[in-house]
């Protein structure tokens, strides 16, 4: 059974900065390229930023892209988020997800080319 779990979120001021992390299970990590994602009610889950399996190609969305910093660590399964100079548009649910066909690459942009998905995490921050 495959699990990813997402921990770090919580409530930060404008400009504070966060760490999310997701820990996976049941899966060949390094087959997969993974993901953050996030949501906010009413709108389509976007990507933030995508990390190949090895690590060595990342993508971030325009929106995040100089603040924010997807890593990975493959010998324990996680894959992590630092988040500087947050903003309140920034507010959403997080989610860390897992894709097989993009694992060369992380070039997968829409949420449904995800395989396995966490839970979600709340990150808000105020203004």
Known sequence: QVQLVESGGGL????????LSCTASG???TDYAMAWFRQT???ERELVAAISWGGGIV???????GRFTISRDNSKSAVYLRMDSLKPEDTAVYYCAADFS?????SAIHYTSYHYWGQGTQVTVSS
């Open 12 to 19: 930060v001021q404008a400009a504070d900065s966060l760490r």
């Open 27 to 29: 899966l060949a990590f």
């Open 41 to 43: 009610p009413g709108k």
């Open 59 to 65: 993508n971030y969305a325009d929106s995040v892209q």
């Open 102 to 106: 993009s694992r060369e690459t992380a």
